[in-house]
């Protein structure tokens, strides 16, 4: 298991200003701002990290980041919808959606890393019925988009 280094983010109180509104309403104010900061602690990306490390680790060394701008290079999204990739809205192919959670690649092949990577490269030559096309995608490339899709649970 990856640990959570979350660790947060102001450990220092707010600097005691004096305030003409008293301290009741600073005391809001402090609570206002602790409550967001929970509100938006899923919004702060430690648990993306773990799984940024995770997909890196899993596919020998792809990076998320990249493979998320690979994916708009190649125009992924001009058939699939895939989440966190901003244009990737088709349904021509099915949605990207959850993709590290799912057991096969193209119903034919398990989805693992390797697999995975492979897929992305030639996917007619795992199953010459796919209308997914081969889009000479490089396997640099192949395997920084694998890890962005391991990333999607
Ligand atoms: C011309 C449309 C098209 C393009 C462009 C395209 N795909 Fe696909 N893709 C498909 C279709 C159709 C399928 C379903 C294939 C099947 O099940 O045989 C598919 C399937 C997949 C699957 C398996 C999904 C599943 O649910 O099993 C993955 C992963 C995938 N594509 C990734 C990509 C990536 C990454 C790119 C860009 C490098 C890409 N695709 C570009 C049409 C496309």
Not at 43 to 51: F, K, P, S, Y
Not at 84 to 106: E, F, H, N
Request: hydrophobic share 35%; aromatic share 4%.
């Amino acid at each position: 298991m990856a640990t959570k280094q979350c660790k947060p983010r102001n450990e220092e109180s707010p600097s005691p200003q004096p305030s003409p509104l008293g301290t009741t309403e600073r005391g809001w104010r402090v609570s206002t701002l602790l409550l967001l900061m929970f509100a938006l602690l899923p919004l702060t990306g430690c648990e993306n990290e773990a799984d940024i490390q995770a997909a890196t680790a899993m596919t020998g060394g792809g990076d998320p980041h990249r493979g998320a701008s690979a994916i708009r290079a190649y125009g992924c999204g001009t058939c699939h919808t895939v989440p966190g990739v901003r244009g990737a809205d088709a349904l021509v192919g099915p949605p990207l959606t959850s993709m590290a959670q799912r057991a096969y690649i193209g119903g034919v092949m398990k989805n693992t890393p390797v697999n995975m990577i492979r897929w992305i490269q030639d996917p007619p030559a795992v199953d010459s019925m796919t209308a997914m096309p081969k889009l000479n995608v490089s396997e640099a490339d192949a395997r920084d988009i694998a890890s962005y899709l391991f990333t999607l649970k």
